[in-house]
């Protein structure tokens, strides 16, 4: 069975950091590319950032560009979630999810149940 | 930046039908994903590549993409339909996803 699991979230204080982690298995971890995406509590779905099969190519969106880092290990099947510099604004469910292809760039199956992420004073 | 365009809430009677929609810039030019989200659940691909059903997914639900809007049809709405509804494409190497339509099925 295909399985993606986060973990990492917690509550942090505005400006402090945070790594998220995502185990990966049922599936050959480096044939993918993977993405990160968010949901505030009762908000929408905001993509935050992507990774291709290698790790040699990486994007991010505008709001957490300069802040934020992915990144993936293919010998462990994980893919972290390195975040620096936290707003409050920052605070959602941290999903990870699989692209369809090793590039990533299309759609998103399977997704992860997500980990809470608070950034609060 | 890119942006996609969907109604907050639609409702639909039971067994009937509803068309949800995405509006976007040329949008037709773009492949358009859709995914279904029930309340504490994660994220499900219903539709990908504008009209592609993944296995598992009803044949009731279908998808159309052309000029600029693309739309997620789902017919004889069932009880288990009620969900949000989020529409995704890429843009310059950038993820998009729409607001979010949250169905109603009455």
């Known amino acids: 069975e295909v399985q993606l699991v986060e973990s990492g979230g917690g509550v942090v204080r505005p400006g402090g950091p945070l790594r998220l982690s995502c185990a990966a298995s049922g599936f050959t971890f480096d044939d993918y590319g993977m993405s990160w995406v968010r949901q505030a509590p009762g908000k929408g779905l905001e993509w935050v950032c992507g990774i291709n099969w290698n790790g040699d190519s990486t994007g991010y969106a505008d709001s957490v560009k300069g802040r934020f880092t992915i990144s993936r290990d293919n010998a462990k099947n994980f893919l972290y979630l390195h975040m620096y510099s936290l707003r409050v604004e920052d605070t959602a469910f941290y999903h990870c999810?699989?692209?369809?292809?090793?590039?990533?760039?299309?759609?998103?199956?399977?997704w992860g149940r997500g980990t809470l992420v608070t950034v609060s004073s | 930046s890119y942006e996609l365009t969907q109604p907050l809430s639609l409702s639909v009677a039971l067994g009937q039908t509803a068309s949800i929609t995405c509006g976007g810039n040329?949008?037709?030019?773009?492949?358009v994903h859709w995914y279904q989200q029930k309340p504490g659940q994660a994220p499900v691909l219903v539709i990908y590549r504008d009209n592609n059903r993944p296995s598992g997914i009803p044949e009731r639900f279908s998808g159309s993409n052309s000029g600029n809007t693309a739309t997620l049809t789902i017919s004889r709405a069932q009880a288990g339909d009620e969900a949000d509804y989020y529409c995704q494409v890429w843009d310059r190497y950038t993820g998009v996803f729409g607001g979010g339509t949250k169905l109603a099925v009455l």
């Open positions: 999810a699989r692209g369809a292809s090793g590039a990533g760039m299309n759609w998103f199956d399977p």
């Open positions: 040329n949008i037709g030019s773009k492949n």
